[in-house]
């Protein structure tokens, strides 16, 4: 199985500061068609994840510019340009190529 | 308005099965994939598998093979998942998920179901 590894695990930012959240593959997720098939999901206290990144860089539907992904083959990072209070919670990577799908551990985010 | 609307919370003894559901309204089923995805207490996101909506065609993680059974039923644009042999360990807030044909990524969550394997 593809093992997605997160870092860091945690992170304190202050509100309006910019955050930064890496995710490495242990196999390449560049499929033949040129897509990296690298998700991005936040994971808000009490809900259900979202999707914020496809593909490895694509936003999806109603996610602010804020949040921006980029990456190829086996590493990929998560940037939050100014952090607000509403971007807490837990940021997972996900691998959509070869099945199982797997997650990363998960990283927290907090505000300080 | 597009949702996934899964049904309520479960208690259940070891060794005993648990059949969740999960309705979707606002979208055809068939046009898409459904993934189910668990997640112990305080922990990370756990894949199950997912079935075509289509053609009903599954796949299952190892780990579950041979005791989860993911269905679906067109006519009443339902998903269900369904865990066998349960055990402690199985206690968990379980998800369904979408996957649209492009691009492959789970795009609407339920809003979860829990279910727990307590003696």
């Known amino acids: 199985d593809v093992v997605l590894t997160q870092s860091p695990l945690s992170l304190s930012v202050t509100p309006g500061e910019p955050a930064s959240i890496s995710c490495t593959s242990s196999q390449s997720l560049l499929h033949s068609d040129g897509y990296n098939y690298l998700n991005w999901y936040l994971q808000k206290p009490g809900q259900s994840p979202q999707l914020l990144i496809s593909?490895?860089?694509s936003r999806a539907s109603g996610v602010p510019d804020r949040f921006s992904g980029s990456g190829s083959g086996t590493d990929f990072t998560l940037k939050i340009s100014r952090v607000e209070a509403g971007d807490v919670g837990i940021y997972y990577c996900m691998q959509a190529l070869p099945t199982p799908w797997t997650f990363g551990q998960g990283t927290k985010v907090e505000i300080k | 308005q597009v949702q996934l609307m899964q049904s309520g919370a479960e208690v259940r003894r070891p060794g005993a099965s648990v059949k969740v559901s999960c309705e979707a309204s606002g979208y055809t089923l068939t046009g898409y994939f459904m993934h189910w995805v668990r997640q112990a207490p305080g922990q990370g996101l756990e894949w199950m598998g997912l079935?075509?909506?289509?053609?009903?065609?599954?796949t299952y993680a190892q780990k579950f093979e041979g005791r989860v059974s993911m269905t679906r039923d067109t006519s009443t644009n339902t998903g269900y998942m369904e865990l066998s042999w349960l055990t402690l360990d199985d206690t968990a807030m379980y998800y369904c998920?979408?996957?649209?044909?492009?691009?492959?990524?789970?795009?609407?969550w339920g809003q979860g179901t829990w279910v727990t394997v307590s003696s």
């Open positions: 593909l490895g860089s």
């Open positions: 079935i075509n909506g289509y053609t009903g065609v599954t």
């Open positions: 998920a979408r996957d649209p044909p492009t691009p492959q990524a789970l795009d609407m």
